[in-house]
């Protein structure tokens, strides 16, 4: 099973919008209604920011928004924050039981 | 409030066998997944595979199929990862994580497993 692909690094100003995608196959992304997508600061565990490609767990901000088409899933940070500033991982549920990450996408808050 | 709290730091050589634990609180332990991920130094998520705390069956991903064993106490609520034959490439930050609507709501810490000679 071959990794999403995320890319490296994104960024955006205070108050701008940034969208992370996350591209996958009809085999994952492409193929399930089960992207999640995660927040992680160095040196702590990730955190459930979106799961089933557009829904927030509670306590998640609304600024952070998730959506799919085809075999790509998005992840949208509006009125960006200085608190945002971390990496982001997506995930999706893969055939025959497996899970497969994105790369990460480092976001910087200019 | 739900924990997964995780065994600490090891440094195994070569060729040798890792376990790692993961305690669960604050919620039925039997009645979630739990998944094990893993993070190599600067690098990005590894989805390893999971176990089934209730029925005590599992799966893994298939990098990992004959190296890795994934086993449960639900007398202490407690989940173990074992990975054997270590190399040098399994230095990572290990992780386990409470699975719910095909997402993972809560973490542990991590282990740092080190594979050093």
């Known amino acids: 099973q071959s990794a999403l692909t995320q890319p490296p690094s994104a960024s955006g100003s205070p108050g701008q919008s940034v969208t992370i995608s996350c591209t996958g196959t009809s085999s994952d992304v492409g193929g399930y209604v089960y992207v999640s997508w995660y927040q992680q600061y160095p040196g702590k565990a990730p955190k459930l920011m979106i799961y089933e490609v557009t829904k927030r767990p509670s306590g998640v901000p609304d600024r952070f928004s998730g959506s799919k088409s085809g075999n790509t899933a998005s992840l949208t940070v509006s009125g960006l924050q200085a608190e945002d500033e971390a990496n982001y991982y997506c995930t999706s549920y893969a055939a025959g039981n497996n899970w497969v990450f994105g790369g990460g996408t480092k976001l910087t808050v200019l | 409030q739900v924990q997964l709290v995780q065994s600490g730091a090891e440094v195994k050589k070569p060729g040798a066998s890792v376990k790692v634990s993961c305690k669960a609180s604050g919620y039925t332990f039997t009645g979630y997944y739990i998944h094990w991920v893993r993070q190599a130094p600067g690098q990005g998520l590894e989805w390893m595979g999971r176990i089934n705390p209730n029925s005590s069956g599992s799966s893994c991903a298939q990098k990992f199929q004959g190296r890795v064993t994934m086993t449960r106490d639900t007398s202490t609520s407690t989940a173990y990862m074992e990975l054997s034959s270590l190399r040098s490439d399994d230095t990572a930050v290990y992780y386990c994580?409470?699975?719910?609507?095909?997402?993972?709501?809560?973490w542990g810490q991590g282990t740092l497993v080190t594979v050093s000679s």
């Open positions: 994580a409470r699975h719910i609507n095909y997402s993972f709501d809560y």
